[in-house]
């Protein structure tokens, strides 16, 4: 083969490989499309309609009046739909004492990420909960939720081993936990497929660290159970959680906790 020949082939080799660096980029990037666009699968946040389905309300077809029945109540005759003025339900049931979570309970987080340019959301969630709750009329005296880390799962086993180990640290630092440090006043019990809000105060405990918190939880009650919706922002720097980003992988500093729980009778 001659210099000539030598050089020829050497070009075409170099033409080949750079041809196969630019492709090989080309469908990292595209595979990392497909996966943020039509693979990743992260639920949506938690709202209230996620709240009536762990409670299982399902909607009742509405019934043709019959003229035969009873007159229909009106605002002095009161139904199992009405409060007293105390702002228990009419019908006199009654809500206090103590109740624990139940495995219809979801507790969660959810943080925006960029996977090399394009962006996620990762989402991990558990149904492995400890809760109890204790009502005295229409206020919750005690709430206090614990979930294991290592029961958090999402939709990649990748993320999730970062997450109990590295950034978690699940090794040391098992659970995570929620307690009410100041009792949430409902002002009244909600009936029917009713949903109330009301603001709670208490200790958020991620990675050992323990961190005040203020929010919005809304509450309902279906077939004497007790459903209680909320989420929690959280700054990673705050609970001294390490920074998750990795490799071509960023994240926001900041993430959701987010939980859907079910109560029922102690």
Same mark, same amino acid.
Do not use: C, H
């Given at each position: 083969?001659?210099?000539?020949?030598?050089?020829?082939?050497?070009?075409?080799?170099?033409?080949?490989?750079?041809?196969?660096?630019?492709?090989?980029?080309?469908?990292?990037?595209?595979?990392?499309?497909?996966?943020?666009?039509?693979?990743?699968?992260?639920?949506?946040?938690?709202?209230?309609?996620?709240?009536?389905?762990?409670?299982?309300?399902?909607?009742?077809?509405?019934?043709?009046?019959?003229?035969?029945?009873?007159?229909?109540?009106?605002?002095? $005759?009161?139904?199992?739909? +009405?409060?007293?003025? *105390?702002?228990?339900? #009419? &019908?006199? =049931?009654?809500? @206090? %004492?103590?109740?624990?979570?139940?495995?219809?309970?979801?507790?969660?987080?959810?943080?925006?990420?960029?996977?090399?340019?394009?962006?996620?959301?990762?989402?991990?969630?558990?149904?492995?909960?400890?809760?109890?709750?204790?009502?005295?009329?229409?206020?919750? $005296?005690?709430?206090?939720? +614990?979930?294991?880390? *290592?029961?958090?799962? #999402? &939709?990649? =086993?990748?993320? @999730? %081993?970062?997450?109990?180990?590295?950034?978690?640290?699940?090794?040391?630092?098992?659970?995570?936990?929620?307690?009410?440090?100041?009792?949430?006043?409902?002002?009244?019990?909600?009936?029917?497929?009713?949903?109330?809000?009301?603001?709670?105060?208490?200790?958020? $405990?991620?990675?050992?660290? +323990?961190?005040?918190?203020?929010?919005?939880?809304?509450?309902?009650?279906?077939?004497?159970?007790?459903?209680?919706?909320?989420?929690?922002?959280?700054?990673?720097?705050?609970?001294?959680?390490?920074?998750?980003?990795?490799?071509?992988?960023?994240?926001?500093?900041?993430?959701?906790?987010?939980?859907?729980?079910?109560?029922?009778?102690?």
């Amino acid at each position: 083969m001659t210099d000539t020949e030598d050089q020829k082939s050497s070009k075409r080799w170099i033409k080949w490989i750079v041809v196969g660096g630019i492709a090989a980029v080309v469908l990292f990037f595209a595979g990392i499309f497909v996966y943020a666009n039509f693979i990743n699968d992260a639920p949506d946040e938690l709202d209230r309609a996620d709240l009536s389905d762990a409670l299982g309300t399902t909607t009742v077809a509405p019934v043709m009046a019959d003229t035969t029945a009873a007159p229909t109540p009106d605002e002095s $005759t009161p139904t199992s739909e +009405t409060a007293s003025a *105390d702002g228990t339900p #009419s &019908d006199g =049931a009654s809500f @206090d %004492g103590d109740w624990v979570a139940t495995s219809a309970s979801e507790f969660g987080y959810r943080v925006e990420e960029v996977l090399a340019g394009v962006n996620t959301t990762a989402v991990g969630r558990s149904n492995e909960i400890q809760g109890a709750l204790t009502i005295e009329g229409t206020t919750a $005296t005690v709430v206090d939720v +614990t979930v294991e880390i *290592d029961s958090m799962a #999402s &939709d990649k =086993a990748v993320r @999730d %081993g970062q997450f109990r180990g590295r950034i978690m640290n699940a090794a040391e630092f098992p659970t995570a936990q929620f307690r009410i440090t100041e009792p949430i006043d409902f002002g009244r019990i909600p009936v029917g497929d009713e949903q109330i809000t009301a603001s709670a105060t208490g200790e958020l $405990t991620l990675r050992g660290v +323990t961190n005040p918190v203020t929010f919005d939880v809304t509450a309902q009650t279906t077939d004497g159970r007790i459903g209680v919706l909320g989420s929690i922002p959280v700054v990673f720097d705050d609970f001294e959680i390490p920074a998750p980003s990795m490799g071509p992988v960023s994240v926001e500093d900041n993430g959701l906790v987010e939980f859907v729980l079910v109560f029922e009778r102690a």
